[in-house]
């Protein structure tokens, strides 16, 4: 699977609109969903204009999962010696598709394209009510780096 090009990109919105509402649904103190089409067209175009990767997979000539991976250079600093790697910042499957595979294939895809561009690493985060995102990258091999804990204010 090539990369999705710029002009798919609004087959992309319904599907990032899906994964968000997920989000809305567990953190609604968190996520809204009043963000119309176009501006999570402008979004998706705003993170592939500044380097992001999508990958896509279709199904029956509908896009049905995607991908986006933001690449990142970090400079050597102070503290951290300098180094590339991706963020695997969405993941989204068409409930319809789910355990077929097409995430493992989407992200291989993703390590494929890595590979070519010398980067040997990426991450991801994900919000802690998501243990099916846990179980899932766990089986594509990423492993716990760093635990970030959060506590609201009772008002």
Same mark, same amino acid.
């Given at each position: 699977?090539?990369? =999705?090009?710029?002009?798919?990109?609004?087959?992309?919105? @319904?599907?990032?609109?899906? $994964?968000?509402?997920?989000?809305?649904?567990?953190?609604?103190?968190?996520?809204?969903?009043?963000?119309?089409?176009?501006?999570?067209?402008?979004?998706?175009?705003?993170?592939?204009?500044? %380097?992001?990767?999508?990958?896509?997979?279709?199904?029956?000539?509908? =896009?049905?999962?995607? $991908?986006?991976?933001? @690449?990142?250079?970090? @400079?050597?600093?102070?503290?951290?010696?300098?180094?590339?790697?991706?963020?695997?910042?969405?993941?989204?499957?068409? @409930?319809?598709?789910?355990?077929? %595979?097409?995430?493992?294939?989407?992200?291989?895809?993703?390590?494929?394209?890595?590979?070519?561009?010398?980067?040997?690493?990426?991450?991801?985060?994900?919000?802690?009510?998501?243990?099916?995102?846990?179980?899932?990258?766990?089986?594509?091999?990423?492993?716990?780096?760093?635990?970030?804990?959060?506590?609201?204010?009772?008002?």
């Amino acid at each position: 699977m090539p990369r =999705l090009s710029p002009h798919e990109l609004p087959e992309v919105v @319904p599907l990032l609109r899906a $994964l968000h509402a997920h989000h809305v649904n567990h953190l609604p103190n968190v996520f809204h969903d009043e963000a119309s089409s176009g501006a999570l067209l402008a979004h998706l175009e705003t993170q592939v204009k500044a %380097g992001a990767w999508v990958f896509g997979h279709r199904e029956d000539g509908i =896009l049905s999962a995607y $991908l986006m991976a933001v @690449p990142e250079y970090l @400079p050597r600093d102070s503290f951290r010696n300098a180094r590339k790697c991706i963020l695997l910042d969405h993941l989204y499957v068409a @409930p319809a598709l789910r355990g077929a %595979g097409l995430a493992q294939v989407l992200v291989a895809e993703m390590e494929a394209e890595m590979r070519q561009e010398d980067i040997g690493e990426w991450r991801v985060t994900h919000h802690a009510f998501n243990d099916q995102a846990q179980r899932f990258f766990s089986l594509q091999g990423a492993r716990p780096a760093v635990h970030v804990l959060g506590k609201t204010l009772g008002g």
